[in-house]
Nanobody, 117 residues
Framework: QVQVVESGGGSVQAGGSSVLSCIVSGTAFRFYDMDWYRQAPQKQRALVASISRGGSTNYTDSVKGRFTISRDNAENTVFLHMDSLKPEDTAVYYC???????????WGRGTQVTVSS
């Protein structure tokens, strides 16, 4: 059974930093492209950052230069380091695992990040 479990987040003041972690179990993590999405209240879920199984990264414009996605294949974990946080970064952050050639993908349950001004 595949499990995707996020941790980290919580409340942080504007300008601060936080790190999210996502552990994937029950499947071969190294074959998956990994993404972080977020969903703010009354908004659709949106892609924040991606890292391919080869380590290539992409970011949505609003977080470029502030967020860093990384992965540790030995630990089956993907991270999202978030710096210079803004109130508009407040959202539930979701971890997503997908195969580059399609097939079943997996979602975590999400972790709340709240940035206060």
């Amino acid at each position: 059974q595949v499990q995707v479990v996020e941790s980290g987040g919580g409340s942080v003041q504007a300008g601060g930093s936080s790190v999210l972690s996502c552990i994937v179990s029950g499947t071969a993590f190294r074959f998956y492209d990994m993404d972080w999405y977020r969903q703010a209240p009354q908004k659709q879920r949106a892609l924040v950052a991606s890292i391919s199984r080869g380590g290539s990264t992409n970011y949505t414009d609003s977080v470029k230069g502030r967020f860093t996605i990384s992965r540790d294949n030995a630990e089956n974990t993907v991270f999202l380091h978030m710096d210079s946080l803004k109130p508009e970064d407040t959202a539930v952050y979701y971890c997503h695992a997908g195969l580059p050639y399609g097939g079943t993908d997996y979602w975590g349950r999400g972790t709340q990040v709240t940035v206060s001004s």
